[in-house]
């Protein structure tokens, strides 16, 4: 049985299992129409580097019918019945805002901030699971508390479940892609003076701004991968980025009252962006640098090329410390 459950600013359902024979770690599913993919994560102390266990990908058969089979098969393998899971929502599938929070009793918060972040939405309102979480360091003013909200769309959950559910999954978490950043950024050694990252799908991207394991501040890119291949495109999106960036960094001296941030981090590739680590270092002054997983995890595994950039967000949704209990 799987029932419903909001923990600071992660989709979170708990799942009652038996721990006998579980794997340690944290999984995280990811599953689209062309291919399944099983990243696990085992933490050992704080001292030490956490663990890549496993990291495994699967293609699927275009046939519907083969492709529910290959999944099981590969799910069976891989041992999704015996491993607390998670999963992450793609980017269009949730909205993730800021508000301040009404003067209401805590059980009906989420209700509340519903109907007031309609308008913010594009999709019915009472479609959506609500979540909410505090912005770190921030004042109650006289409209309220600021939160962050995460608003996604409840059939897109319900698919995601009922697709691992099929396959026996111990399903623990829904997370979303800002929290996996979040997550990585807690093991870089600058996070503990705010750090940037910087992630690029191919039609957009998504700047993050973190500090000692907090999610400050998310900022939405409308370029992204498809715009590099063109010298004269590449320009004028790192030019944009760069703009997104420096207003990010700004609003964060500004708002929360926070030293400036010095680095920024690039989720890994499948092959380097020209041009992008200068811009970021000669536009706006900052230390820029590629996420390189195999210096920050205990990498044992022998490897395919471009496993870093496949299962990026993974390894972070992976990296979750709160477990379920």
Known sequence: MVSGFIDAGRFFLRTFFPRKSMLSGLACIGVDPAAAS??????????????????EAVNLPIEVGAAEATFRKWARAQRLDSTQCTTV???????????????????????????????????????????????????????????????????????????????KAKLAFIDIVEMSLRNIAGL?????????????????????????????????????????????????????MSLELQRSLDFFESHFRQPAIRHVYVMPQEAEIPGLLDVLHNSLGLKAAYIDFEQLLDCSLSLPDGWQARHGIAIGAALRQELAA
């Open 188 to 240: 870089l050694t600058e996070d503990a003076a705010g750090v940037a990252i910087l992630s690029l799908s191919p039609q957009g991207g998504l700047i993050t701004l973190t500090k000692q394991s907090k999610l400050y501040l998310s900022r939405s890119l409308k370029v992204g991968l498809e715009a590099m291949p063109q010298p004269t495109m590449r320009l004028a999106a790192l030019d944009q």
């Open 38 to 55: 099983y990243v696990r994560i085992v933490r050992k102390g704080d001292d030490n580097k956490p663990v890549l266990a496993a990291c």
């Open 89 to 167: 929502l793609d980017a269009s599938q949730y909205r993730l805002l800021t508000t301040d929070a009404p003067d209401v009793p805590q059980e009906e918060l989420r209700a509340a901030l519903r109907w007031k972040i309609k308008d913010l939405i594009d999709f019915p309102a009472q479609d959506a699971t609500i979540d909410v979480f505090d912005l770190p360091g921030a004042q109650v003013g006289a409209n309220g508390r600021p939160v962050y909200v995460v608003a996604a769309r409840s059939e897109a959950i319900r698919q995601r479940v009922d697709i691992l559910n099929k396959v």
